[in-house]
């Protein structure tokens, strides 16, 4: 009788109040949503093709006259003059399978990874990523990186039934400050600044969205000259977008393609 009264106190107690133990809080995120005035197929003209050689191109970041180009799959992170084209140096990224890349505070450098989950705060010497920190985002992975001045944003992906995308917003310590649910924006990649906007390349449909993270609206977007887009980058004038097996591209914005 006793092990009977305890089962139907522990049933009342679920079926009123929901679980008694709960691994999971409530998810009260927010989610993205798109704009009234949404601006669909911004118009973009392709400036400049920069060959790049075979790799697994991910992120992208720019130095001056540089493109720092990450690449996946035990890949190192190449810096691109592109005035010549060339590859002037390489670097050794702290995991094995390297998505984002962002500048840090005091000269050092985010990095995301896709096999270890992690993000890590690193330092160059010797042409080598040296971790400061790292936090781990177990068990989602990240892709994307950039850090605006003011917070760093990260996307993470959840696999398990249907995948989950978020945008992580983290203060310059790594601490998240906020999460936002990325709907409408299939198989996120990276993400690009352009000092009001943030940009979401989308590797699955081959475009690249752009988002007023002030109200979380999706307010537009525009098709990649390249397939399986992933690296994006914002050169204060152009936007620089690359692809997994592509070239790099510099594009106009809001110019109509020939």
């Known amino acids: 009788m ?10 009342f107690l679920t079926a009123t109040n929901g679980p008694v133990f709960s691994e999971t809080p409530a998810q009260t995120d927010d989610s993205l949503k798109k704009a009234e005035e949404y601006q669909a197929s911004i118009p973009v003209k392709v400036v400049r093709k920069v060959e790049l050689p075979a790799g697994y191109h991910e992120g992208l970041f720019i130095d001056g006259n540089n493109i720092w180009v990450n690449n996946g799959e035990k890949g190192k992170t190449w810096i691109i003059d592109v005035s010549s084209g060339n590859v002037i140096s390489e670097i050794e990224p702290p995991g094995t399978f390297t998505e984002g890349i962002s500048a840090a505070p005091d000269g050092k450098f985010w990095v995301t990874d896709w096999d270890t989950k992690k993000l890590y705060l690193t330092k160059i010497e010797e042409n080598k990523m040296i971790p400061i920190s790292e936090k781990s985002f177990e068990p989602s992975r990240p892709t994307g990186v950039i850090w605006n001045g003011r917070a ?83 050169d204060g004038e152009y936007m620089w977008v690359t692809g997994t097996k592509s070239d790099l591209y510099q594009v106009k914005l809001g110019a109509p393609s020939e």
């Open 2 to 11: 006793k092990n009977k009264f305890i089962i139907l106190i522990f049933f």
């Open 152 to 234: 760093l944003y990260v996307i993470t992906w959840t696999r398990g039934m249907g995948t989950k995308y978020y945008i992580l917003k983290l203060d310059n310590e790594g601490n998240i400050l906020h999460k936002v649910k990325i709907k409408r924006i299939h198989e996120p990649s990276q993400l690009a600044w352009d000092g009001k906007d943030l940009w979401v390349s989308s590797w699955y449909t081959q475009r690249v969205y752009r988002i007023d993270i002030d109200t979380l609206q999706i307010v537009g977007h525009f098709h990649s000259p390249v397939n399986d887009t992933t690296g994006i980058v914002w």
